[in-house]
RNA sequence: GCCCGGGUGGCGGAAUGGCAGACGCGGAGGACUCAAAAUCCUUUGCUCGAGAGGGCGUGCGGGUUCGAGUCCCGCCCCGGGCACCA
């Protein structure tokens, strides 16, 4: 398509231009008002695709947007740039991780000034620089001291394609890899954890204070998953003196307790089982262990499956309510990480313990009547109880507070909340990460390395494969050293951290990038945080954003951020995928349409013209066959601009006239609009209100009539000011045409509506008979009750319906409407 | 199973309980042109009708209301999250 502009000289120009002249740095002691816009730190995997042009066309709006409207907005950029797909790279390639980064880097970077996204260069921060290195280790060892990063031994998730242990958090529902799709399997291994557990009530609640999408706060709080009841006592019958621990939310059903069930890992299995259940109990155990985390709790299995997952220990033990003996089983589908690793089984109000118990031959009480034509199937609705003592009558509600009350006198029991959420495992047994800092001693046993001596950087001549073995481990110049307390040859551990603790703490160097002897200077950080604006994709709604919580409030605990808000983010906004025949269009699937080609044509301006515009930006967004004319149809709409800033057959007049003051009126309309919805995230309404806006500044000014010249140049400079925001270069560059030697468009202030030009003089009320237009009147915006509904009446098209009959009800609601019932 | 979203023309999508379909894409017709492209103008939910005009329309079935895409109840379908979590 030929384009009434050169497009990429435009382009280059500009990019150029706030390049050298560094126009959005910005400085900690700027005496504007503080705005901090931030996109999620990318992983480098080469030029931008799709789903970075969005991500950064919207973090592009919102940093001239905020700039325009008088702000010092923070605008950083940097690289999540230890991760495994560089690792992998240079297996394969036969080279460093490092060399294959910094390529992917430099692509990355230079695909965003293409764009025209503008940052303070300045503050860039990537993970495998070793000055941000000897933080992040320096964080580690704090939480160390502080008891927040501990290493012990537990079932873990080991992903054989990735060769490392992942994070809960890095498993998906069915099993696999959120990475390589692999199936996970357990593995037991002594590995560092963070604790974030400690938090997760904290986690929890502050949720109710985030401006996030629903969507991910439901998300956080299903992960932490918080579920309140008691833990009590059940006495042991062969030696009362003890007693099996359980959790329960239904404390309420206790005297429905016909059977108790421990996990297969419980600590006081081996003294339940009797000789004569030995063989059963070994086999089921025996089964559990290699039985992947995915057959062991896959629900499809509920019912069928269990016979063969549970067996008697020959133990029993005694129900506190009802004071009756009953036999406890071993199953796999308890879990022993979960609460006390047992529980109390109540088959007529459980549908898990039913099922076990029809296999098993076991009794079932109802402890609640179950409503009428229910069957004999589980019941766990509301109800009042039966066959429940002290409780028989109460509801479910009083009967729990009963219930509780009762075990805590009576049982041991106390109140108790327990939460889904697993500490976080952040060892990973692969190269290119940051060296977990820490030597283990013979003499001193766990020893940090000290932090005069940090970073701990990895050696270069490192043999990387997939064993499973740490590759540090193997390099014995890295791996052996001497005890930092006692002098001893030592050992260093080999492991890697997690990427994600890189991407934990790196809006906080950002802030402050320049500071050499600590992490960062606190002082200078609560300048900018929280982030104002923090914007990416939704794939990150638990790992990322559930880690950068943790972090921000465990290094304010330990006296690192002294001062900091506790929450990271104050708003999110995350963006929808880019799909192509239905699947997530990204680099590993191969079906990536490269930004590129864009370039020479519609130009960066028409591509993110297109991403504001295709749709709502939290939606997903379907790269189909139109997709191309859409994309053509944006550029259009620039060349219109063009051509309109370029017009020069307009016949101008002197005076204004009421077409020329209703101009005016429209472009403060369209002031009023388009700053409402970019508050608004609703980019693609904003830009068709600029359409719209072109559209009636085009059609006024080709009239014969002409057009009154002060009103055309105050339309276009709007239009313009307006447009900034969205397409940077063309504004630049029509502005620059218009003024020149003035100061550029995205220096000037975002424009304010005029309230008096915003007003309608009059409106258009529309007026029915029975429900059905049958009228339109143009009346005042204030017009009265009275007189909106004598004029609906006086009209002739509604004199006409009525035929000289009295309506029998009129409804008005000016000025919009009036409605008549006949 | 539980919890979030969502379902509107040929398509992407607009619509504080008040004219459904803004804006754009696509289509149709026209102007300009030797012709085409580009540009500009008109038109475009479906349907009956020559026309004026009428009927039907926001996944399905009910309800509230003068009035429902929007609120309530019950379903269906699609996307996502959690799930033997006691």
Known sequence: MARPFDVSAVEKKWQARWLDEGTYEVDNDDERERFFALCMYPYPSGTAHQGHIRNYTFGDLVVRYQTMR???????????????????????????PRLFTDARMGELKSSVRRLGAVYDWRREVFSHDPNYMKWAQAIFLEFFKAGLAYRAEAPVNWCPGC??????EQVNAD???????????????????????DYAEELLNDIDTLEWPERVKTMQRNWIGRSEGVEFDLPLA?????????????????FGVTYAVVAPEHPMLAELVTEDEREGVERLIERASQASELERTASSDAGAGLDKRGAFTGSFVINPFS???????????????????????????????????????????????????????PYSGEGTHINSGFMDGMDVAHAKEAAAAFLEEHAKGVRKVNYRLRDWLVSRQRFWGCPIPIVYCDVDGIVPVPVEQLPVLAPDDVVMDKSGQSPL???????????PT?????????????????????????ADPFTADRAFDPAQVAKWMPVDQYIGGIEHAILHLLYARFYLKALVDIGLAPGLAREPFKRLFTQGMIRLDGSKMSKSKGNLIAPEKYYDTVGADGLRLFHLFVGPPADDVDWTAQTEDIIEGCARFLDRIYRLSHYDECFFHEDETPDDLEVRREVHRAIAKVSADLEAWSYNTAVAALMELLNTISKWARRAEGAHRSTLDESLDVL?????????????????????????????????????LVARSSVVMVVQVNGKVRARLDVSPEVSEDDATSAALASAEVQKFLAGATPQRVVARPPRLVNIIL
């Open 70 to 96: 008088g702000k010092a907005v923070l605008t950083p950029f940097g690289f999540d740039s230890f991760g495994l797909p560089a690792e992998n790279a240079a297996i394969k390639a036969g080279s460093h």
């Open 163 to 168: 060769a490392t242990v992942l994070a809960n």
């Open 323 to 377: 004071g009756e003996s009953v036999p406890v089983y071993v199953a796999d589908y308890v879990l022993g990480t979960y609460g006390t690793g047992a529980i109390m089984a109540v088959p007529a109000e459980d549908e898990r313990d039913f099922a076990f118990a029809q296999v098993h031959g076991l009794s079932v009480v109802r402890t609640i009547e179950p409503p009428a034509g229910h069957g004999e199937g």
């Open 473 to 483: 481990a193997t390099h014995e110049g890295f791996r052996n050293t001497t005890c």
């Open 486 to 510: 006692c002098g001893r040859p030592a050992r260093r551990e080999a492991d890697t951290m997690d990427t994600f603790t890189d991407s934990s703490w790196y809006f906080l160097r950002y």
């Open 720 to 756: 313009l000011r307006l447009l900034a925001p969205m397409a940077p270069h063309l504004s630049a560059e029509l502005w620059e045409q218009r003024h020149p030697g003035e100061a550029g468009v995205h220096a000037q202030s975002w424009p304010v509506a005029d309230p008096a």
């Open 175 to 197: 099993g696999t890899c959120d990475r390589s799709g692999d199936l996970v399997q357990r593995r037991n291994l002594e590995q560092w954890f963070f604790k974030i557990t």
């Open 238 to 254: 062969f030696d009362p003196s003890r007693a099996l621990r359980v959790f329960t939310t239904r404390p309420d059903t206790g």
